[in-house]
């Protein structure tokens, strides 16, 4: 009874056992399918954020490349664009570059040399200061242009190239003393006449009379010789000491490039000789020279012989032609007035009077013209 009853025992634990362990089959296969499913659920969400956000970085990436492929496109744009201009840009510096080379082949230099001692310009022009200076510079350029185009020539670029050399001190002097303009109106009238053409300007010198005849003589010398040069035009007409020079460039053969810009009535004789090829500027200089005492000794007197202007008859300075027992000094038999006080001779062959009588000399030159 008791091994039955330990048989069915037996038979009932290994039943409760072989259910027991069923059981917990059943839960470990359920606790697996449950973590399984949580995992896979759990890879599953992360499987979809990762293609999630590999989506959104695909969409960043492209258009990441769509916005450097425009950058790019346009880019290229640009450098092309700019290769373009480049070659624009070297096409106009060649062109500019040829240009310039026939400019300056074609570029005609026409110097202008004055001696501002003796040139003196206009009164007008000289009183109105830097106003007067600027139209002073007009009318030398115009006149200047104006000759050459009469002449007949066709200058692609004529470049006027104007230096007036002057002792500033002396000739300022003489035209404040001679109540041409005063100090000012000359500083002024230099300013205007340097400030209204680059290539126009005084030049001061020395006192001495040589010292701008040497710069002529030479700015002369070097200037005609110059290929680019198509004339040089010289203001010298009242001084016989540049004669020399001007005839040793006619010898050397540069008579068509030497051209007297003439200021004054009467040509000093030696340059009249020379025969240059002249022109005048009206209203430009004064015809007439100017001191600032007009019986001083200094005085140049003008040649009145010149071939360029041919000599005016002399005033008659008698009444009746002098008879044969008349002396020539005495001039006792003409019908000269009487003066008082007398004409002092002393002074007009000197300047100076000894009797101290300061109106011989106008009584003089009265008598003179009667």
């Known amino acids: 009874m008791s091994s039955v009853l330990d048989a069915g025992r037996s038979s009932g634990d ?3 056992e072989e259910l027991l362990n069923q059981w917990r089959a059943s839960t470990l296969e359920q606790e697996g399918r449950f973590i399984l499913a949580f995992y896979l659920a759990k890879v599953a969400n992360s499987r979809e954020a990762l293609l999630k956000r590999l989506l959104e970085e695909n969409i960043k990436l492209k258009k990441q490349v769509t916005e450097l492929e425009m950058d790019n496109y346009t ?3 640009a450098v092309g664009t700019l290769r373009q201009e480049l070659e624009t840009a070297r096409r106009e510096v060649d062109t500019c570059k040829g240009e310039m080379g026939n400019l300056q082949r074609n570029r005609t230099w026409i110097p202008v040399l004055i001696d501002g001692d003796g040139y003196i310009f206009n009164k007008e022009l000289l009183s109105k200061g830097e106003i007067g200076g600027r139209e002073a510079a007009s009318m030398l350029n115009s006149g200047v242009l104006q000759y050459i185009k009469s002449q007949g020539y066709q200058l692609s670029h004529p470049v006027i190239y104007t230096m007036i050399f002057l002792s500033k001190e002396l000739l300022e002097n ?3 003393k001679s109540d041409t303009c005063s100090q000012d109106e000359f500083k002024w009238f230099i300013k205007g006449f340097s400030q209204a053409h680059p290539l126009f300007s ?5 006192a001495s009379k040589e010292a701008a005849d040497s710069k002529i003589r030479e700015h002369l010398n070097k200037f005609i010789r110059l290929n680019e040069v198509h004339q040089v035009i010289v203001g010298v007409d009242h001084d016989n000491g540049y004669s020399a020079a001007l005839s040793a460039e006619l010898t050397a053969g540069h008579k068509e490039k030497l051209v007297l810009l003439r200021a004054h009535k009467v040509v000093a004789r030696e340059i009249a000789s020379l025969g240059l090829e002249n022109f005048w500027i009206d209203g430009l200089f004064m015809t007439e020279k100017i001191s600032s005492n007009p019986f001083s000794p200094r005085m140049q007197i003008p040649n009145l012989d010149s071939p360029l202007n041919p000599p005016e008859p002399l005033p008659r300075l008698l009444s009746t032609p002098p008879t ?3 002396s020539p000094r005495l001039m006792k038999d ?3 007035p009487k003066r008082v006080p007398a004409p002092c001779n002393f002074l007009y062959l000197t300047g100076k009077c000894n009797n101290g ?4 000399s106008s009584e003089f030159y009265r008598a003179l013209s009667s």
């Open 14 to 16: 290994r039943d409760g």
């Open 334 to 336: 003409t019908n000269l």
């Open 357 to 360: 009588n300061s109106g011989a």
């Open 324 to 326: 044969q027992n008349s």
């Open 202 to 206: 005084f030049i001061t010198v020395g």
């Open 174 to 176: 003489i035209l404040v």
């Open 75 to 77: 880019t290229r744009l």
